[in-house]
């Protein structure tokens, strides 16, 4: 297995109106429970510092990064290139509000809309996080369905096991009842239908839906993609009964799939042409680390539906944020990310069929879900087999992600190089038996930080 030796940098050192001493794992973690809202579990390491695909914690030992801060490290750790556009804009300009513009701003939107291929007329707004774009995508809906001369067209529909997000309306769209049930009263009008089921949209559209949301590869259900022309069946059907379709690509644009935007994948459509949506969001990977989401909305009648003063942000689209979207972008193309996440990926996905307690593998690029199992008879670890896989990887220098308790999501940077794939691939049985033997050693709250989901969309 990967050695976790090689040496750190020191932890957080102490600065005014902290406490001074070791800043090993155990101090800081200990700090953070009596100082930090405890909405996200207890953090199982305490990172500090990272180069490519691999970080050290704040005890010296090593991890080779299959997460990738939920997806979101499309260049990995400190790649120069992000570090320089970021420093050199900050440096520069740093931030101006939205009454103000900038060079790297509209560089962003420009750019944006040429890989998306968007019609004229097409816009970019920008947001902070996956959450707000989605936000913004939701008042669109709600300016289409207001401007239907019927005053009947309300209705959003979204898919079972969605997630678009945590703040209030976003959280309207997730499925999930423990994310939704301690908010509610959530925003009305929300109904969720089968995904991947055509018949279901069928019955479900008609005049009084004002659009569609979906993932065109839903995350934290494990990974899952869509039967071949569903997704080009929403398009038709929302066309032909005047809704938006709205494409959540939170977590599978910008390269994760291998391609620029996951609705541009013959893998993800079924199909060689692109499904066009009206809208679409992105985070994540867009800023490489830097917080920034984005509403692109395809064609002039999508992108007048907001006008002056419907919608804002402060932060949104600062100069900081789209340098590094900029940055990210180039290093992708540049270094041929597209390429290299097909291929990785797919040679990732190869070698996990060929392990025995796999009983399922989905692959798009380098988003990858895994199903895994336990030798029949043998009774799995309390919390499930994935998240005691999880905590026996963190002992042997691996990041992993459980999305249920016997399914792993592996996200890693798009830099990810492929031996370190084969690593993971030839350790994963061992994983596989310590999370069965118990030797991981898990914890409640060690069980709860693992299978938390998408906590910064």
């Not at 180069?51 to 400190?78: C, K, P, S």
């Not at 939107?109 to 019609?119: G, N, V």
């Not at 309300?154 to 769209?173: C, K, Y």
């Amino acid at each position: 297995m990967t050695s976790p030796s090689t040496p750190a940098t020191p932890g957080t050192p102490a600065t005014a109106g902290t406490p001074a001493g070791p800043a090993s794992n155990a101090d800081l973690l200990d700090r953070y429970r009596h100082s930090l809202t405890g909405v996200f579990g207890a953090p199982s390491r305490v990172l500090v510092r990272g180069e490519g695909a691999l970080v050290w914690d704040a005890d010296g030992r090593r991890y080779t990064d299959f997460l990738a801060g939920i997806a979101v490290n499309a260049l990995g750790h400190a790649h120069p290139a992000l570090v320089s556009a970021v420093a050199g804009q900050l440096g520069t300009l740093g931030h101006i509000s939205n009454l103000f513009t900038s060079v790297p701003q509209v560089r962003l939107a420009e750019r944006l809309l040429r890989l998306a291929d968007a019609p004229e007329g097409s816009t970019v707004f920008f947001a902070n996080s996956g959450s707000e774009a989605n936000e913004a995508a939701l008042k669109l809906a709600r300016r289409h369905g207001a401007q239907d001369p019927s005053g009947r067209r309300h209705r959003v529909l979204a898919l079972r096991d969605a997630f678009h997000g945590r703040t209030m309306g976003a959280l309207s769209m997730t499925y999930k009842a423990a994310y939704r049930e301690p908010f509610e009263p959530l925003p009305a009008g929300v109904e969720f239908i089968p995904g991947g089921d055509v018949e279901a949209l069928r019955a479900a559209l008609d005049e009084t839906v004002a659009a569609l949301v979906v993932e065109p590869v839903q995350g934290e259900s494990g990974v899952h993609g869509w039967p071949a022309g569903y997704l080009q069946a929403a398009r038709d059907l929302t066309r032909e009964h005047g809704a938006l379709l709205v494409f959540d690509e939170v977590q599978s644009g910008v390269g994760r799939t291998g391609h620029w935007f996951a609705h541009q994948s013959p893998e993800v459509t079924g199909q060689d042409t692109p499904v066009v949506p009206d809208a679409m969001t992105l985070a994540k990977g867009l800023g490489g680390g830097i917080p920034i989401g984005a509403m692109v909305s395809f064609g002039a009648r999508a992108s007048g539906l907001l006008t002056a003063g419907q919608h804002g942000t402060t932060f949104g689209g600062n100069p900081v944020a789209t340098a590094a979207g900029l940055a990210v972008l180039d290093a992708i193309e540049d270094e041929g990310l597209l390429e290299h996440a097909r291929r990785v990926g797919a040679r990732l996905a190869e070698g996990l069929r060929g392990l025995g307690f796999v009983t399922e593998v989905r692959q798009y690029g380098l988003l990858v879900g895994l199903d895994v199992a336990a030798p029949a008879g043998t009774p799995g670890p309390d919390g499930g087999l994935a998240p005691a896989m999880v905590r026996a990887g963190l002992e042997a220098g691996y990041l992993l992600n459980a999305t249920g308790p016997d399914t792993l999501r592996l996200a890693p940077p798009l830099v990810l190089r492929p031996e370190q794939a084969d690593a993971l691939v030839a350790d994963l049985p061992a994983l596989h038996a310590a999370a069965l033997a118990g030797a991981a050693g898990a914890t409640t709250d060690e069980t709860t930080a693992q299978t938390s989901e998408e906590t910064n969309a």
